[in-house]
């Protein structure tokens, strides 16, 4: 299942002023104008208000009005609902109509900051798409298609970009998925000593997996296994044979592994985890569901790092 956080974007753009009360009021008042004419409306005017550091405020899209139904107009006559109630009803049905790829809440917070010596106002963007609040509202499900994903993501990214280029700010971090900046420690490592296959695969599997694309992601972290061990053997002057478990006997005949590490590493990165990964779902074993995927990808991440510190690092 796709987890909120990957349809969930956020941005860092940055203007060059000074940061005084008057210029980050000023931006507000422009971003609120923006967002105004762009058809949203603040969450609650009365949060406007500058603080000593710190500036917040949300904007909610103005939900298209449609009388209500002759039923509820009737019950509303008759006292059969509030007038709350009715406004509950109008809003759910706008809710139901609206594109589902449609920038829904958008959030902004001005921070004083200093980059590079330039001191200015850093902007921090977020923008949740209408699919999350028919979630919650609806109790619709989401969906796992990646065009769907896609076109939410692309959506909501191409919103925020219009957005910064209106304020005529400085990008500091590109508008993203939040699960788009998930950051993996192993994967800097395997970066500086030559591995970008299998980082770059790494990288794509979390991020699947984060996405709820658990056997796409699972997939792709067994092939990094398999390709980390064959280029540990190439970049220690052997040729390898692209099969994990011939190429981790060749690391031990190098002696680069001893006798009893390399048992540990073969029965957990070849025995248990390859293999498991490389069964069929349903048949060999069931379809792995989010936390599972996340605690093969945990240990296959510690195992990665200590090849790499053994064998390339010597330690």
Same mark, same amino acid.
């Given at each position: 299942?796709?987890?909120?956080?990957?349809?969930?974007? =956020?941005? $860092?753009?940055?203007?060059?002023?000074?940061?005084?009360?008057?210029?980050?009021?000023?931006?507000?008042?422009?971003?609120?104008?923006?967002?105004?004419?762009?058809?949203?409306?603040? $969450?609650?005017?009365?949060?406007?208000?500058?603080?000593?550091?710190?500036?917040?405020?949300?904007?909610? &899209?103005?939900?298209?009005?449609? =009388?209500?139904?002759?039923?509820?107009?009737?019950?509303?006559?008759?006292?059969?609902?509030?007038?709350?109630?009715?406004?509950?009803? &109008?809003?759910?049905?706008?809710? +139901?109509?609206?594109?589902?790829?449609?920038?829904?809440? &958008?959030?902004?917070?001005?921070? *004083?900051?200093?980059?590079?010596?330039?001191?200015?106002?850093?902007?921090?963007?977020?923008?949740?798409?209408? @699919?999350?609040?028919?979630?919650?509202?609806?109790?619709?499900?989401?969906?796992?298609?990646?065009?769907?994903?896609?076109?939410?993501?692309? /959506?909501? =990214?191409?919103?925020?970009?219009?957005? @910064?280029?209106?304020?005529?700010?400085?990008?500091?971090?590109? *508008? +993203?998925?939040?699960?788009?900046?998930?950051?993996?420690?192993?994967?800097?490592?395997?970066?500086?000593?030559?591995?970008? !296959?299998?980082?770059?695969?790494?990288?794509?599997?979390?991020?699947?997996?984060?996405?709820?694309?658990?056997?796409?992601?699972?997939?792709?972290?067994?092939?990094?296994?398999?390709?980390?061990?064959?280029?540990?053997?190439?970049? $220690?002057?052997?040729?390898? /044979?692209?099969?994990? *478990? $011939?190429?981790?006997?060749?690391?031990?005949?190098?002696?680069?592994?001893?006798?009893?590490?390399?048992?540990?590493?073969?029965?957990?990165?070849?025995?248990?985890?390859?293999?498991?990964?490389?069964?069929?779902?349903?048949?060999?074993?069931?379809?792995?569901?989010?936390?599972?995927? !996340?605690?093969?990808?945990?240990?296959?991440?510690?195992?990665?790092?200590?090849?790499?510190? =053994? @064998?390339?690092?010597?330690?």
């Amino acid at each position: 299942m796709v987890r909120a956080e990957n349809l969930i974007v =956020k941005s $860092k753009c940055f203007i060059a002023t000074r940061p005084d009360s008057k210029n980050i009021l000023n931006l507000k008042d422009v971003i609120t104008s923006l967002m105004v004419r762009e058809g949203y409306k603040p $969450k609650d005017p009365r949060a406007l208000i500058f603080q000593d550091r710190f500036l917040a405020t949300s904007f909610y &899209v103005n939900l298209p009005y449609r =009388k209500p139904p002759l039923n509820l107009r009737i019950k509303k006559v008759l006292g059969l609902i509030s007038d709350e109630q009715l406004e509950g009803q &109008v809003y759910i049905e706008a809710l +139901r109509r609206i594109r589902d790829d449609i920038p829904f809440k &958008v959030s902004f917070s001005l921070i *004083p900051s200093e980059i590079k010596d330039k001191k200015g106002i850093l902007i921090n963007i977020r923008s949740e798409p209408a @699919i999350l609040f028919k979630v919650r509202s609806l109790g619709l499900k989401l969906f796992s298609d990646e065009l769907s994903y896609s076109v939410i993501v692309s /959506t909501n =990214k191409y919103f925020i970009e219009e957005i @910064i280029r209106a304020l005529g700010a400085i990008v500091i971090e590109e *508008p +993203r998925a939040v699960s788009e900046y998930i950051k993996i420690p192993v994967i800097d490592k395997l970066e500086r000593f030559g591995f970008e !296959n299998v980082a770059e695969l790494l990288k794509r599997g979390k991020i699947k997996i984060e996405r709820g694309d658990t056997e796409d992601g699972l997939t792709d972290l067994r092939e990094a296994l398999n390709k980390l061990v064959s280029e540990l053997v190439r970049k $220690k002057g052997q040729k390898p /044979t692209n099969k994990l *478990p $011939k190429d981790l006997k060749t690391l031990k005949e190098m002696r680069l592994l001893n006798e009893p590490m390399y048992t540990v590493v073969r029965r957990y990165l070849y025995d248990w985890i390859y293999s498991y990964l490389s069964a069929k779902p349903v048949h060999q074993r069931e379809r792995i569901d989010y936390d599972d995927a !996340n605690f093969l990808f945990s240990i296959s991440e510690e195992i990665v790092n200590y090849l790499i510190d =053994k @064998i390339i690092l010597g330690r």
